[in-house]
């Protein structure tokens, strides 16, 4: 059988091109310079001539009917076209269609609710088609993006186009942060759905509030002019407690030593959870809520009650929150798509979970050691991809970030490429990605993130580099992509490593302490499996040796970009990897017992190296965070990072000196 691709590819060939008077034809590298424009890239496309027009002279017909996308779709399609005055008459015309004969095709696609085609009609008409206005939008939306690439002050260059395009994954999109400040740019990246923490409690009367929280509200009111879901999310249920819930309701805390825990044998829970659902559900547009399941009882046991302590808490909550599912539909007279998130707390429990939930209960995989997880690592378990394959809605929630808490600056095309198609070859159907402290911070994996979720096997991350480039106007696309392509891997081993992480929360240890103990673990080490500061994400001495050289050079490549944010990034990755060398090579020489004499040259210049390593990636940081903010952010994060750098540094200096060494 063949491939959906290979049938689109087929149909379009069938479509013979179209004869116009005012039409040149594009060259193959013209199309590929054109398609550059382009994120998502689209499945199948090709580009067989142009025609310009006078700005204002394209029309925009619209298929029949009042629905919100398609009235924005053709919104957004005449701002690009608009002129400042209307010229005598038409001389192009885009018309959008739902159904139609030409819209069979979509329908064998997957996630056929958001395919599209766009195809020449006759001279002069550029049609788009799609089975729903979701569809219809995705298709105004790569029109859109040709159009503006070529557009002039006083032309429109219209491509003569053939396209035919669905996504891998169905939903697509991010929680927390900042994302609801960047809806109409996630938009236009064809990401839909979105999801932030509720505001959940019980006020000073006892009565449970839920709530969107205040200044979010941009998800309600301009998310579905972007065809983005809203889906509201009630926060981890250890940890709820100390939002009023057992000050009112004191008999809901579970009998154990977590502060957190609740007793789910207790029918009121059931009550409590089905009020905040009916709540959250009443807010426009809202058709799904996300209930997070409890994260972490810290080695703690759930409640230990008659009632409770003979069965698994887990099963328990998750029947707690089925029931209060059921009891809010049955309040609202309707029903609502419920969405529930795993953890680590649930992990040991995540089948006996699943085999409690209804088919049409969707599944979001969490847990903060894996899933937060730079290493070179798959993080999909073999029982999530199963439960996938058997036909559930299972999506996950990986950061796009150097770390969640330890912000410094990643171009990873290499990493996101590698964990979206993880994604798409297991079968999942939503990414909610996390980007923190902001989506600006990592701009360009949150865009390799919108493009290869919707197709993972199309641009190489070298290409996606140069399309970023050649969208954002730099100079030498090619270069820039150079750079990614040097920078990336060595950013990866070093993120993967977890390096700062590591040194904070104390796991496996801090790099002074384990130097003159003797106890740093020899390079690739993972403690746990969870744990892999300070070099976990690197093999051996080759790929440290290899890591130096390439950061160095794309610290000279950096240089000869148009591209600040280049330099900054590279000063931050060759500091830590000169550093994780030069730490790697006194591992060899300092012992527990001390340093040989004849060795303290040699620890002498690689303790220096190592601390100037550092402060280069500490000076670097603030200036990047500096270069990605905009005005309106006024709190700055990374001074947590430049602390842990400081305090590095002071502890190898102290150690250094303690072995005879000075610095």
């Known amino acids: 059988m063949k491939s959906l691709a290979a049938l689109a590819v087929g149909v379009l060939a069938l479509c013979a091109p179209p004869t116009y008077a005012a039409r040149l034809d594009v060259t193959e590298k013209e199309m590929l310079d054109w398609v550059r424009h382009l994120v998502p890239l689209p499945k199948s496309i090709k580009i067989t001539g142009r025609e310009t027009v006078p700005r204002g002279a394209v029309e925009v017909v619209p298929d029949f009917g009042n629905d919100l996308l398609t ?77 503006r690439a070529r557009a002039s002050k006083d032309s429109i260059t219209m491509p003569i186009v053939e396209v035919v395009d669905w996504p891998d994954m169905a939903k697509r999109g991010l929680w927390g942060a900042d994302n609801y400040e960047c809806l109409k740019w996630l938009g236009d990246r064809k990401m839909n759905i979105m999801e932030q923490i509720s505001g959940i409690g019980v006020d000073d009367q006892g009565k449970p509030f839920a709530r969107v929280r205040p200044g979010r509200e941009t ?105 209060a599912w059921k009891k809010a539909k049955q309040r609202l007279g309707r029903d609502f798509t419920l969405r529930i998130t795993t953890s680590e707390a649930t992990e040991p429990e995540n089948l006996a979970v699943f085999a409690e939930l209804p088919p049409e ?10 899933t937060y997880n730079n290493r070179r690592m798959q993080i999909i378990p073999g029982y999530v991809a199963e439960e996938a394959r058997k036909g559930r809605w299972m999506g996950v929630i990986p950061n796009l970030c150097s770390h969640t808490g330890y912000w410094e600056p990643y171009t990873g095309a290499d990493f996101v490429h590698y964990r979206m198609n993880e994604f798409v070859e297991k079968g999942l159907s939503g990414l909610v990605g996390y ?38 106007g730099l100079k030498d696309p090619e270069k820039f992509a150079d750079w990614v392509e040097t920078v990336g891997p060595v950013a990866w081993d070093v993120y993967g490593s977890h390096w700062l992480y590591g040194e904070n929360c104390g796991q496996p240890g801090r ?31 080759a790929r440290l040796k290899a890591d130096a050289e390439m950061a160095a050079k794309a610290l000279r490549m950096a240089r000869g970009l148009d591209w600040p944010l280049a330099v900054e990034e590279s000063l931050v990755v060759e500091g830590n990897i000169r550093a994780l060398k030069a730490l790697y090579e006194l591992r060899k020489i300092v012992k527990p017992t001390g340093i040989a004499p004849e060795a303290k040259p040699a620890a002498h210049r690689l303790f220096r190296e190592y601390v100037a390593g550092l402060k280069q990636a500490r000076e670097a940081i603030p200036r990047w965070e500096k270069m990605v903010t905009t005005p309106a952010w006024s709190h700055l994060f990374t001074p947590q990072v430049t602390d842990i750098f400081d305090r590095m540094i002071e502890e190898m200096t102290d150690t250094a000196r303690e072995l005879g060494v000075t610095m």
């Open 435 to 472: 980007v923190t402290p902001g989506v600006h911070y990592y701009e360009f994996n949150t865009e390799a993130a919108a493009e290869w979720s919707w197709n993972a096997k199309g641009r190489s991350p070298r290409e996606f580099a140069v399309s970023y480039a050649v969208r954002r």
């Open 219 to 323: 998800l309600v009111t301009e998310g579905p002019l972007y065809g983005i879901e809203f889906a509201p999310v009630i926060l981890h249920l250890e940890q709820v407690g100390r939002l009023g819930v057992f000050e009112h309701f004191p008999h809901f805390k579970g009998k154990t030593e977590h502060p957190g825990a609740m007793c789910y044998s207790q029918p009121g829970v059931v009550d409590l959870i089905a009020e905040w659902m009916v709540q959250l559900a009443r807010v426009p547009t809202v058709t799904t809520l996300d209930c997070w399941l409890t994260e972490n009882l810290h080695g703690q046991s759930g409640c230990q009650c008659d009632k409770c302590k003979d069965r698994k808490w887990q099963v328990l909550e998750i029947r707690a929150v089925l029931a």
């Open 361 to 370: 209960v969707q599944v979001t995989y969490y847990h903060s050691l894996f």
């Open 71 to 147: 009235i924005q779709a053709a919104k957004e399609l005449r701002e690009a076209t608009a002129g400042r005055s209307e010229p005598a008459k038409e001389a192009f015309k885009i018309r959008m269609q739902i159904g139609g004969e030409e819209s069979e095709l979509l329908s064998r696609l997957k996630n056929s609710d958001q395919a599209y085609r766009i195809l020449p009609v006759g001279d002069g008409e550029i049609r788009l088609v799609a089975l729903t206005p979701n569809g219809l939008y995705y298709a105004a939306k790569t029109l859109q993006q040709l159009v």
């Open 511 to 541: 790099a002074a302490d384990m130097l003159k103990s003797g106890k740093l673990p020899e390079l690739g080490s993972v403690l746990w499996d969870c744990y892999p500061a300070p070099w976990g994400n690197i093999k051996d001495e």
